[in-house]
């Protein structure tokens, strides 16, 4: 190590304080973090690329400063779906310093990776307080049955008024309007059941109405419109 003139010449004062790091919430423990191995924790944390096409939610699982577990999802860019693949790949079995530092092609990712490092690090887990935090898995339930991310998705226009595309509950069929035409529910397809049901040998018109729900007051509507065409 090379030091200069200056620092050379100086005398030697003794270091008096020397408490060590603040202790963090980890998995229902207090730990004085001081190398990578010593961080734990599930959180998530969402990214946007620079030109704010697209959006990144991403979720760790982070045992003993290991990825345990990943999961991505992406929104509003074709690119950012194969970025998404080549991370859940990727990520697992890293330290969480080593993706940091790792380029997950996306820009939306790797400020999704950025964020969820500094929420972890400092001890801003969704699991902080919960003893032994949460098992290899647990990000799925996030995703409910059928395993999609919901997503809503909706467009609107002033001379046309609103469309609901695809809500929390499923893809959007049937917007069902009053009288004076405002919307009052809809109609939707649980696409992950309906997709379940086929894998088991359902038929495929059998499925989707088993699939097939409705929100809101849509029994009670004078009027029923397709939001992708009318």
Known sequence: MNYTNEVTNMCVVAKGADHGPAPIPEEGKWVAAKQISDIS???????????????????????????????????????????????????????????????????????AMREIFLQIVYGRSQTAFSENGLPIGASLEDLGKGMRSQIGTTFGTKAKGARYLEIAEGYVTKLALDKDMQIIGYQFIHLGKMMDFIKKGMDANEALAKATGKYGRFDEADTYIDPRQE
Do not use: Y
């Open 41 to 111: 924790g599930l959180t998530h944390s969402v990214g946007r690329c620079a030109p704010q096409q697209g959006a990144c939610k991403l979720t760790l699982n982070i045992k003993n400063g290991i990825i345990e577990e990943a999961l991505v999802e992406t929104l509003g860019c074709s690119g950012m779906t194969h970025s998404a693949a080549m991370a859940a790949e990727i990520l697992p079995g890293k330290t969480i310093l080593e993706a940091l530092n790792t380029d997950l092609v996306c820009d939306a990712i790797n400020v």
